[in-house]
Structure formats: structure tokens, C-alpha cells
């Protein structure tokens, strides 16, 4: 089987330290395969299945279309767990087509480009953009690679806080002064949860 060309880029801030911080930790999640059910204007109905770390979940959602249905598919699964997911805010939504990538004359085969735009409780903006020859692929994959980065910096910013915290416990200063660096940067990746508001008070100044 011939998988199509597919393209993705996730916000650069933070990314490769939120990937080392969390080493064979960091969940990957990859659209497996989408299922819709629509009535135009009125309502979605999606299936999902994503993989996790090799393996596969089925998740459901309904919404006023197929993307609003998957990000409720995405809160039903991971933000009762990683709550800044409830704070973010979609702030822009663009498809293109990169014509010049068509393969037949009439060009609907052309590669969709999708950019989504979110903000964060701080009022941070986030861009990503996924490219595909399926608008609703591409328009998926961008959404899940929101959930993806913002659940995996809250996973970092919760393990650093720990990792300081031992290390102020064992007296290794070399070791604070870098958490309390690192958490000063990943803070900036993630949006508000109960659990990261009461962990910088703990910390005071990050």
C-alpha cells in the first residue's frame, strides 16, 4: 500500500526540550483512522482511532462538524487528566491547497495544507500546520498535533517540578539551578491546569 505524502509542523518553542525531558515518556499520537457521520450545519458524529505509543484507541465525539467533534473527542480522552487542554482557545483555522503538488488536471488532488492556531491561557498564540492530500486527514492530524504538544508539556512541567524537588532534597544545586532553567521554559508550552497553578506557587517566581 502507496501511504500518502504527509507533512507536519508543530510549534519549534520547547519542542526537543519537552521530548528529552521526557525521553520513552513522551506520548506520541498518530491519526489511525477517521470515521464521520455528518448532518451538514447541524451535527457530527466522529470515530477516531489513535495510536498511543504503538498502540491503538478508539475514541468518539460529536460537535457542529467533524473537527469541533474530534477536539471533543480529544477532551473526552485526555483532559480529565491533563487539564490545560480545557483552557486552550482555537484562534484561527486556514486550508490552502499547494496546487503545484497536483497530480491530475483538474488539481483536487493537490496537497491541502491546514493551519490551526490556538492560544493559551496566557494568551499565548501556537501555530501548527499538517499537509496531505485529504483536507479532512490533514485537518485531523493539525488538531491532534495541538492535543499532543500541550498534553506532553504539562507532562514535562509536573516532572521537572519533581525532579527539582529531589534535588533540592539531595542538595545538588547544579541540578536546581537547571530544573528551575528548563521549568522557566516549558511553562511557556503549557496552558492553565489546577495541578501546574499549584505547583509555580510552590515554586514562586517560575
Known sequence: MRYPRVVATIPADNQELIRRILGDGYLELRLAKLQTEEVPELASRVTVEVTERGQVQT????????IDALWGALIGRYARE???LKSLTFAGFHVSAVI???RRKAGLDALAKVEVAVVNSEGRRFE???ESRSVTSSAARAVIAVAEYFVNAERAFVMLSHARKDAIARGRQDLVTRYTTELAEVVRSTSYAEVIESLRKELGSI
Open 100 to 102: 503545484e503538488t497536483k
Open 82 to 84: 491533563y487539564q490545560s
Open 59 to 66: 475514541i468518539e465525539g460529536e460537535g457542529v462538524g467533524p
Open 128 to 130: 501548527f500546520s499538517e
